[in-house]
């Protein structure tokens, strides 16, 4: 605890010296943290040391080292095997949090590993093309926001323990979400996508003069099939992570797509008649819908922002809800202010 | 006509010097032809007669200078008018074409014009985020390929003419396609691409968590929604204008999201049981439709690459379906090399 009776992150241990490990670990280093990490085979650890960050030989041995918080830095799918070894062992002053994409399955397996009275989700917006602590860097967390999700019974100084570590020893702010809200945005912005874009690419593969097609294919269809050259079982078990949110949005958008169909179609087909004139007023009302998200772009891209500070008091009882609807009024929190009160700027604000 | 008996393009007229036409027209001249140009605003005429290019006061101007070919590079809701005021002074000597991006429109505004005899479509895949005189460039036509249109009354010699302008004037390759192959290519790699870029950044707008999503994106969803910050009336009207074959597609994609939620929906709902099985399998066999355009793609981005080259030779009758039908199996068309045989490369066979 400081002066201010806020708990503080000392020592952070991370299992997995990947891209995103292996990142977070030299950043919290570079900001005065004491990390101790551990690595399913060693080959990043002459470089780590070099870079200030003890080495250990097992995932147990981090639990030994004290630490007041340990990141899971695992793919996910190493997860529950990690959380197995990490039971016996953790001891129960260490707070659990993780790095991982999607969070209502890594609850679950928190759970199943009997660590959920420990457990912080956290979810970075980090990341490049490239994997491994060859292409790490204390930079790919420059300006980034984390995801940090909790539940009813996430105690809230744990909460402030992860919120400490990632403000202050990373530098970073966050947004607090339940895991459903995550899993359900992340479904929308890149897990749906990621369909459609493969839905895309089946089509023009699937068509007769896909050559003919391919040929004259442009930026736009560049841009919006990217995505689906990524490797296709990585993004299907992407996928089937958060495969009810997906279900629901891909509902959404084929219903979406249907009705333009058909609007189209009642505009060409009878170009003078009451039925076109309505329909050319649904496709107009179509393109209209997302004027405040262009506007929204236009304002992030128009150059340096000064961004809106706020306050955000908790009240007490409430905070997850208090701090759910903070995130959703587009305010990324930057600061603790004291045990019960936060900074936050307004940055997605649409 | 030249030794081997092909038409020759030496005087090329352009109607509009924006991007697209002033580009062209700077590409022409720097390759020896005679270029001839008229802008419905002079503001341009300095900086071009600069270039070499001959400016004139009015689009029937153009006529009087007897050009081999005259290039329309007017917006498409400009055509009409353009059109209208050729018919009654273009020479029947001269070949009409254009650089549209929807061609089954424009050849019914030729036809309304009464100049069908005289024409052979054209569409360059080339083009930039800027317009204006101002931003054009030669370059902008480096190694670009143009679908040249064509229908079972076109006269060959006039298709032979435009095929040396682009091959030989501006140094392209050319595809030959009718015009309904066209639009529905450009429907799939463009205008129905936009249509589901817009439709996401609908969902995401109305969201009530738009601003936690919005906070959560990253790259998936910067490419997959760029087209949809630009300008919707722009956007609508091109989607309008190849209303039936976008309106297919959306069908076609509508349903491939649909089927997909209905997997992922039965994939979970019975996790063990013989659906679920038999889901995953589906799912499975989504993400692997489209692997021949992934391979496509990785060997286009290999580097360097020596596309084997073709020999064509037209039989005379049929020389529009035996042109398509080498578009169809990705040959590009890059020399003349007599009245009836062309030098294609092999250059998207997928």
Redesign the interface.
Known sequence: MNNEGLPNADTIAIAGLGLIGGSLARRLVANGRRVVAWNHRPHPYEQARAAGIECVGSIEDLALAKPDVLVLCTPLKAMPQALARLAPVLDPHATLTDVGSVKGQVRDEVRAAGLEDRYVGAHP?A?SEFSGYGASSPELYDDA?W?VTVDDDTDYDRFLLVADMICTGVGNRI?V?DDD??D???A???HM??????????????????????????G??R???????TD??R??AM??ED??N?????????????D???L??S??SDARGEAAESARDS??A?????????E???WQRSGDIDYDEVSLSIDGGEWQSDLLES????E?IIRLAGRESFVAQV????
Chains 1, 2 share one sequence.
Not at 223 to 229: C, G, Q, S, Y
Not at 246 to 258: F, K, N, P, Q, Y
Request: with cysteine; aromatic share 4%.
């Open positions: 917006m990341g926001l995801a947004i979400l809200t995550h359900c945005a992340a929308m912005i890149s996508p990621h369909v459609v874009a493969t839905a895309l690419a089946n089509e023009l593969t699937d068509m007769p003069e896909r050559n003919i097609a391919q040929a004259l294919a442009a736009c269809w841009d919006m099939t990217r995505v689906a050259l296709p079982d993004t299907r996928v089937e495969a009810t997906v279900a629901e949005l891909l509902r959404h958008m084929s219903g979406r797509l249907a333009m169909a058909d189209l179609e505009e060409s496709i107009r179509f393109f209209a819908v997302a004027q405040p998200y262009r929204f772009k236009a995130a959703k009024r587009g990324h940055r997605t604000a649409l």
